[in-house]
């Protein structure tokens, strides 16, 4: 009982953990799969975080809050599009820029608004998104296995976690079974093609980083209302990266990149718990080992030793009508 | 030297001042408005933080050391991220190469301490330069040899350098009579001599390997443009596939660009352990890689571009904690903020402004004679 407990309670933190990476790895699938490079979800996040954390504070409520994130990051997605479909720039270079941007200008702000060295006032009641008990949790709980499951693991988050969870078998609807999913999976692959189809490429890819800036918003909502409560300087802590990792080791596909995402987050769940820990054969793992091992594994993949990932064909390169 | 007539219907030329000095000068106009724009959104006046920020940066001798000395740092970065732009190639991870670059200084301060100066430094600059470039040779060879993106690879490497710097200072590397994550302090004898102990000036920071940053820059220049392996490495750049029938070798050059690549960004351990800190610390690397693009974007990957493009982020980072001092609303992030705003406008939105610059350019200086409507 001892260790099932342990299991389900690192599954519980495992779900925490890996919310804004499903969002935030779900918003680089779509901007992806467009053919549009995307590294700046970690400043999108950033961002999002920083605005739902202020508005939060300062309306009371999370769910303006929440609306002000989603907009934030659609604004700064549309820069993203501005500068790389609209002016066909370097997508890794405007991702960064973006990161760097926010990076200062969320303290910055923070700064001369609340004077608290670049964070936001404390959040509480109503101005948080806190768990949700799910019907007959506690009726639940004394049934054996099943009810300690359903009481602990399903029931109790808050309903950013649930949107998550949701938003994985609605992007794979969206991308496999609708036509703006076709489309966007096409002007990722070949956005010639899509052209001569009558499409217009560049309204798709600012339509997919529309939806890329949607998912980063509430990813970043999640960080500082949800999970946290209020934001602080540099609260995202390369979850944007980690959330691209997961993608790529997911192939961009919607469910292995949830799988991925899950193992991401376990590993840092279990990092907690084996510190200092001796484990049978191998030892002592040290921490930063399982804290680098979502990179590791990235790079495996990418090298071709752990399967083979098949980016987007078009990804990275601007398009430019043939005159 | 008679001005050729140009052919009918082409456009005519634009001279290279334009690209070179008028496009990046627009690019930087319009980050600095921007920022302008941000600080009186935070509530102080723009015109006055200019002020500071450049008295901050060049108004007495104790500022102008402290600017060159994060020029130094910047030159490193900005040639590491350049050399593998000739190459075609998108180093992000310069950030991680200089960390593991300064652990290569770091052993040998550490171990070699029994050496006289004069025999330490180059073993250290040595150590260095093989440390970053083994760092930068795996994405190098996994780009050349299995076709995994640099890019990402590159970002993975950032990560995983931050994890063994961590490991090495917390087990293995720690100062047995310290708390903290860092190394004992390195005995005098291998400290790189600072400018102030050989020159009249006051102390600074600035140290030798500023002179090493030029020197280098000039070697950098002959490289590139009066070499086989430079020649090689641009053809790379160009066109992989024009490269192979030519007989180069895309792979041996993605590689070997790579680690010339890596080796320069580790040089930014010889600054800032060696040079400065005279211990290996955590992340004494500070951003520099990431500013290093932004350089070598704005410098055109051209020498004399990216040392006057450090001299602007080396103004900007000394300038902007002047700043953080003498304005109440502005704190040290504003410097980030105009680093992210410059790479924006330079880098990402540079084909923004340039056709209308051209156009006006050809406006002016070409106008059209009456009879050709």
Redesign the interface.
């Known amino acids: 009982m001892e260790t099932f407990q342990i299991i389900v309670l690192l599954l519980d933190a495992t779900l925490r953990v890996a919310t804004p990476l499903v969002l935030a790895a779900l918003a680089g699938m779509f901007s992806e799969r467009a053919g549009v490079?995307d590294?700046g979800l970690e400043g999108k996040m950033l961002g999002a975080a920083f605005a739902a954390a202020t508005v939060a504070a300062v309306s009371g409520s999370a769910w303006v809050g929440l609306c002000a994130g989603i907009l934030t990051s659609l604004m700064l997605s549309s820069l993203h599009a501005y500068?790389?479909v609209t002016?066909?720039?370097?997508q890794?270079?405007?991702g960064?820029?973006?990161?760097?941007?926010?990076?200062?200008?969320a303290?910055?702000?923070g700064?001369?608004w609340f004077r608290m060295g670049?964070q936001t006032p404390a959040l509480n009641g109503d101005s948080r998104f806190r768990g949700i008990v799910l019907p007959f949790a506690e009726a639940m709980r004394d049934v054996p296995i099943i009810g300690y499951i359903y009481a602990e693991l399903i029931s109790g988050h808050n309903i950013i976690v649930y949107m998550a969870a949701a938003a994985v078998p609605i992007t794979a609807w969206i991308l496999y079974r609708t036509r703006f999913g076709l489309r966007v999976r096409a002007v990722g692959e070949n956005p010639h093609a899509v052209d001569t189809a009558g499409i217009q490429v560049d309204l798709m890819r600012y339509k997919a980083l529309a939806v890329t800036g949607f998912l980063c918003g509430i990813a970043g909502t999640y960080l500082s209302t949800a999970h946290g409560a209020g934001f602080i300087?540099d609260m995202t802590a390369?979850k944007g990266?980690l959330a691209?990792?997961a993608l790529?080791f997911g192939k961009w596909k919607p469910v292995p990149t949830m799988f991925a995402c899950l193992l991401f987050a376990f590993t840092d769940a279990v990092q907690a718990r084996l510190q200092g820990v001796a484990l049978p054969i191998v030892g002592e793992i040290?921490v930063?080992?399982i804290?680098?091992l979502p990179?590791?594994l990235?790079?495996l993949l990418?090298?071709?030793f752990v399967g083979k990932a098949h980016?987007p064909k078009a990804i990275g390169e601007p398009y430019i009508k043939e005159r | 030297m008679a001005e050729k007539k140009p052919k009918f219907g082409t456009p005519p030329k634009i001279p290279g001042w334009v690209n070179y000095a008028l496009v990046p000068l627009m690019n930087l106009l319009a980050a600095l408005l921007i920022s302008g724009v941000v600080i009186i959104i935070v509530g102080d006046n723009p015109i006055e933080a200019l002020q500071v920020l450049v008295y901050g940066a060049f108004g007495y001798p104790e500022a102008i050391g402290y600017t060159l000395y994060y020029t130094t740092n910047f030159i490193f970065t900005g040639l590491a991220v350049a050399i593998a732009f000739h190459c075609g190639l998108f180093n992000i991870g310069a950030e991680g190469q200089a960390a593991i670059g300064g652990v290569g200084v770091a052993l040998v301060c550490l171990y070699f301490d029994w050496m006289p100066t004069w025999l330490v430094i180059p073993l250290a600059m040595l150590a260095a330069a093989i440390f970053g470039a083994a760092w930068a040779y795996i994405p190098g060879y996994l780009q050349a040899k299995r076709g995994s993106h640099i890019v990402i690879t590159t970002i993975m490497f950032n990560f995983i350098a931050a994890s063994v710097m961590t490991y090495l200072l917390v087990e293995v590397l720690i100062d047995p009579n310290g708390q903290s994550p860092e190394s004992r302090s390195f005995i005098e004898s291998t400290w790189l001599p600072f400018f102030h102990s050989v020159i009249d000036m006051p102390r600074t920071p600035l140290n030798l390997s500023f002179i090493y940053a030029l020197v280098l820059s000039g070697g950098f220049y002959f490289l590139i443009w009066h070499t086989r392996w430079g020649y090689e490495i641009r053809v790379v750049g160009q066109n992989e596939t024009a490269a192979g029938y030519a007989g180069i070798s895309p792979a041996k050059n993605i590689i070997l660009a790579m680690m010339i690549s890596g080796a320069l960004a580790g040089f930014v351990g010889v600054n800032e352990i060696q040079g400065v800190q005279h211990r290996l610390i955590l992340d004494f690397t500070g951003g520099y890689g990431f500013v290093g693009i932004a350089v070598a974007l704005m410098g055109r990957n051209h020498p004399i571009g990216i040392f006057l493009a450090a001299l602007l982020f080396g103004a900007l980072y000394q300038g902007g904690s002047e700043l953080a001092f003498e304005m109440k609303n502005i704190n040290k992030e504003m410097v980030i903020v105009i680093q992210g705003l410059i790479i924006l406008f330079s880098g990402a939105l540079e084909h923004m402004f340039r056709p209308k610059i051209e156009a006006a350019y050809r406006r002016i200086a070409f106008p059209k004679p009456a009879e050709a409507r």
């Open positions: 490079v590294i500068a790389c002016h066909k720039g370097n890794v270079v405007s960064m820029a973006i990161n760097i941007v926010v990076a200062g200008l303290p910055t702000l700064y001369a670049g300087r390369g990266y691209l990792a790529i040290p930063q080992f804290q680098a990179y590791i990235t790079v990418l090298a071709g980016p």
